[in-house]
């Protein structure tokens, strides 16, 4: 059973950074991706970034290319979620989120997509 815990949210004014922590606990072999959502109250969920464990591949929405990167640290089972030059429309709920199947990791942007492990968010309000 794989277990996620996010941390690291906060408030910041617009320009500035965070950085969201994933604990990985229970983690297998067998997980395909590790992936960073987002929902803001009355929109869609919106996947941001995606990173396969074994190869550290990563993937980007256009919303937040080149201003977030995702990480992993093998060594602490933990996936970061650097955020830089925030902006107001950045504010949501941050989760993390893994899965086995490959298919769904491939669909992760999709708002249907049900992901087998999911963490409990973290918040991330950003003003102008």
């Known amino acids: 059973q794989v277990q996620l815990a996010e941390s690291g949210g906060g408030s910041v004014q617009a320009g500035g950074s965070l950085r969201l922590s994933c604990a990985v606990s229970?983690?297998?072999?067998?997980?395909?991706?590790l992936v960073w959502i987002r929902q803001a109250p009355g929109m869609e969920r919106e996947g941001v970034a995606r990173?396969?464990?074994?190869?550290?591949?990563?993937y980007y929405a256009d919303s937040v290319q080149g201003r977030f990167t995702i990480s992993q640290d093998n060594d602490k089972n933990t996936v970061y979620l650097q955020m830089d030059n925030l902006k107001p429309e950045d504010t949501a709920m941050y989760f993390c989120?893994?899965?086995?199947?490959?298919?769904?990791?491939?669909?992760?942007?999709?708002?249907?997509?049900?992901?087998?492990?999911r963490g409990q968010g973290t918040q991330v309000t950003v003003s102008s």
């Open positions: 990173i396969y464990p074994a190869s550290a591949i990563t």
């Open positions: 989120a893994a899965d086995l199947d490959f298919l769904k990791c491939l669909s992760f942007r999709d708002r249907n997509t049900n992901f087998l492990y």
């Open positions: 229970g983690y297998t072999s067998s997980t395909r991706c």
